[in-house]
């Protein structure tokens, strides 16, 4: 009988976390797992785990927050009998777990530094909840060192980094009709950003970057993709800079980007481990990224890609130049880059992790 993992998620919509999560599900569909979820919204999310036929509920959001819903998941969740919890959702489904004494594991995929806001300002209150978990899992070595430093025990932490598949997203081949589709010439440099469009994501940054290399590279093309409550702002900031600056829609599978891309430029506050970093990092792109949380740890300074501080929109805009300017250093970096995440981004390195932790959860 396979053992029974049950996943609650609290956002439906298709972020970095959700969308490793269905990685992480379709990769483990081997008889050994069993996944159930419970969301707590409708959304794209829900959309796809229903394309998979995964078994799946959804909850009114309130039920996380309010005892009446808290008693009904209680009830549900004894109803349900999972070996293990694999936690998404609202801390308060921890405090339910160890009431029933159900091994409980959270993703922490947050940064606790500078600017990363909401209730984990509160040191108090994050470690009161996340000692609630047997275990949690820290998506980089910068975030394990930021719960340790919150009172969290080592034992406690598990690091597990997301996995990428080299084979998804190189696709040489479909360099120059990705380009065409776009409008991008074949002899441009593209410089490619891509997340949800929110305040972590920086992409503010980006354009202001983008100013001063259109106007000192006429090979330069800038391309944004996603969708998210900064749309309008950041669509305004693209039209003013002209036809080779473009920002699309979401894209669910963003392989032909980065087949379009030369570059890519993350430009986000904080950040735990980006899948978008990882996903560049396979697609064999230059990586120019912002120096937060758990970035260093894979992009080592003209090494495997070229880093600068947070906000700083000049310094990224003269690495960038570099690198418009310097085509073997791109090429020896985004080759590096490729290599390293062959070698410690593989899904076989992740996926054990993750067989693992689960095994050591089900079997308590």
Request: charged share 20%; aromatic share 8%.
């Amino acid at each position: 009988m396979p053992w029974h993992i049950l996943v609650p998620v609290s956002s439906a919509e298709l972020g970095g976390s959700q969308i490793f999560l269905l990685r992480l599900h379709d990769a483990l569909r081997d008889g050994e797992w069993r996944f159930s979820f419970w969301l707590f919204a409708d959304g794209p999310l829900a959309d796809a785990l229903q394309q998979r036929g995964a078994e799946m509920k959804i909850f009114p959001r309130t039920w996380q927050r309010t005892p009446l819903g808290l008693w009904r998941l209680d009830h549900e969740m004894k109803a349900s009998q999972p070996h293990a919890i694999y936690l998404h959702a609202s801390r308060s489904l921890a405090w339910l777990a160890k009431r029933r004494n159900i091994p409980c594991v959270e993703r922490i995929n947050m940064s606790r530094g500078a600017g990363a806001g909401g209730w984990c300002s509160w040191p108090w209150l994050d470690r009161l909840c996340t000692n609630w978990n047997t275990k949690i899992v820290a998506v980089s070595n910068a975030i394990a060192a930021q719960m340790a430093r919150r009172g969290i025990a080592r034992d406690k932490i598990v690091v597990i980094r997301n996995f990428v598949e080299i084979e998804r997203f190189h696709r040489p081949d479909e360099r120059y009709a990705r380009r065409r589709a776009l409008g991008i010439p074949d002899d441009a440099i593209v410089v490619l950003n891509l997340g949800r469009l929110v305040a972590q994501k920086g992409q503010e940054v980006f354009w202001q970057a983008a100013r001063i290399c259109l106007a000192a590279d006429q090979r330069l093309w800038f391309v944004m993709a996603g969708d998210g409550p900064l749309a309008a702002a950041l669509g305004a900031q693209a039209q003013a800079l002209g036809s080779r600056a473009l920002l699309l829609p979401f894209q669910a599978e963003p392989s032909g980007l980065y087949a379009a891309a030369d570059i890519l430029l993350h430009t986000a506050h904080w950040e735990p481990l980006a899948n978008v970093i990882l996903e560049a990092m396979a697609a064999r792109l230059a990586t120019v990224a912002t120096n937060v949380d758990g970035t260093p740890e894979v992009i080592a300074h003209r090494v495997t890609g070229l880093l600068f501080p947070a906000a700083d929109f000049r310094r990224a805009a003269a690495l960038v130049l570099e690198l418009a300017q310097d085509a073997d250093l791109r090429q020896r970096l985004a080759c590096a880059a490729q290599e390293w995440a062959r070698t410690y981004a593989s899904p076989s390195v992740t996926l054990d992790a993750y067989r693992r932790l689960f095994r050591d959860l089900a079997q308590r």
